[in-house]
Structures are given as structure tokens and as C-alpha cells.
């Protein structure tokens, strides 16, 4: 079945460094692939979202690039402030329907 | 534009229990899809409605089920509660349709003592 893999975590960077954040995916067809984000005791922001291979998504100085000759969609930022502190989520849709599978998310804690 | 609610926030229940979580969609949306977040880990596909009908089913037991009402809004149920259903449950609308993106709810926590 579909699956998605994210780096171990948790992610600890010092306010305006690069950040990566690593995310490889199985699944069959051709899935889209999500970034979603987690503040503390809320639920889930959709952070930007990539539908077919090469696309680039991006939101708020974030961006992932859909490569499928890695099955690979890593979220990156040049320069990270404390209140992207939160948990970051990557995700698929299946080709031939909408449910969404995730994978275990990153801890991300920047420190001013 | 009201995005996606849910109800409760949180609740307390114990093994052996049955219990009901709301969701209303976002304004304009026509699907609704349930998922449970664990402490610590991503959230897990239960079930999609759409049209009033249970359309996509992830690898839950029969203890889950839900309902669609006519104003898309929807509802979990989960009957004989364990102490393993405690977690964060998320309800994420969209628009039925390949392509559209969900959006989720804040989520209601749930406490099985």
C-alpha cells in the first residue's frame, strides 16, 4: 500500500538557518503530495501542496519540489523564525481517490 | 468564510463506552473525512462520506461508524471504547472531486480512561 517516510526527528535549528526537511514516498500511479503543518493543540494547516511531477509548491518562504525519479518531495526554507516551531507533516492523496496518508511527522523547535 | 469545526474540544470517557464527535464542513464543501491522530504520530484514515454515504473506509473496526446529514454536516461514532482510542480525531472537508484539497478542523481530543 501507500506509505510516506519523513526524517527522524525532532529538528532543532537557531533562528534564520536553512532548514530540510525529509520526506520519500511509495505509492502507485501518480499521487499528489502535501506539506501540512501542526501548532501545538490545533489541528492541521495545509502549508502547500505539489499535483504532478517537477511542480514546485510553495507558502510562506517554504517550498518542495515533486521529483519522482526519487519519489521525493522535501520541504525546505532558507531562513527559519522561532514561530515556524511546530510539527510538520507529509503527505499523499492516492491517484484514484482522496484519502490522505501521512507520514510521522517532524518536530521542528527554532530558538531565537 | 467559517472554516472546518468540530465539537467537542475534548472529552473524558471510559472503556466500554460509546461516543459521538460533530464536524461541519467549510462553507461550500460537500465531503467529510475522519482521521485518528495518536500522540506522536500522523493521523490515520477512518472513513470519508459523501452524498450521505460512507464512501472510502480505512483498516478500522466496525466500532467506528458515522453519518453524513443532509447539510453535509457529519458525525463519528465509536462504540466499546479501549483505552487505544484515546487520541486527537480530525475531521477534514472538501469538495468531492479528484484533485481538491481537505481541510481539517482544530480536532476533538479524546481521553478513554
Known amino acids: 500500500g501507500d506509505s510516506v517516510t519523513q526524517m527522524e526527528g525532532p529538528v532543532t535549528l537557531s533562528e534564520e538557518a536553512f532548514l530540510t526537511i525529509n520526506c520519500t514516498y511509495t505509492?502507485?500511479?501518480?499521487?499528489?503530495l502535501f506539506w501540512y503543518v501542526q501548532y501545538p493543540g490545533e489541528g492541521l494547516q495545509l502549508l502547500l501542496k505539489?499535483?504532478?511531477?517537477?511542480d514546485k509548491g510553495s507558502n510562506k518562504g517554504f517550498e518542495a519540489t515533486y521529483r519522482k525519479e526519487t519519489t521525493s518531495f522535501h520541504l525546505e526554507k532558507g531562513s527559519v523564525q522561532v514561530s515556524d516551531s511546530a510539527v510538520y507533516f507529509c503527505a499523499l492523496r492516492e491517484t484514484s481517490g482522496s484519502r490522505l496518508t501521512f507520514g510521522e511527522g517532524t518536530q521542528l523547535t527554532v530558538n531565537p | 468564510d467559517a472554516g472546518v469545526t468540530q465539537s467537542p474540544t475534548h472529552l473524558i470517557k471510559t472503556r466500554g463506552q460509546q461516543v459521538t464527535l460533530r464536524c461541519s464542513p467549510k462553507s461550500g464543501h460537500d465531503t467529510v473525512s475522519w482521521y485518528q491522530q495518536a500522540l506522536g504520530q500522523g493521523p490515520q484514515f477512518i472513513f470519508q462520506?459523501?452524498?450521505?454515504?460512507?464512501?472510502q473506509r480505512g483498516n478500522f473496526p466496525d466500532r467506528f461508524s458515522g453519518h453524513q446529514f443532509p447539510n453535509y454536516s457529519s458525525e463519528l461514532n465509536v462504540n466499546a471504547l479501549l483505552l487505544g482510542d484515546s487520541a486527537l480525531y480530525l475531521c477534514?472537508?472538501?469538495?468531492?472531486?479528484?484533485?481538491?484539497?481537505?481541510?481539517f478542523g482544530p480536532g476533538t481530543r479524546l481521553l478513554v480512561l
Open positions: 462520506y459523501y452524498e450521505e454515504e460512507e464512501r
Open positions: 477534514a472537508s472538501s469538495l468531492q472531486g479528484v484533485g481538491e484539497t481537505q481541510y
Open positions: 505509492a502507485t500511479g501518480y499521487p499528489s
Open positions: 505539489a499535483t504532478k511531477a517537477d
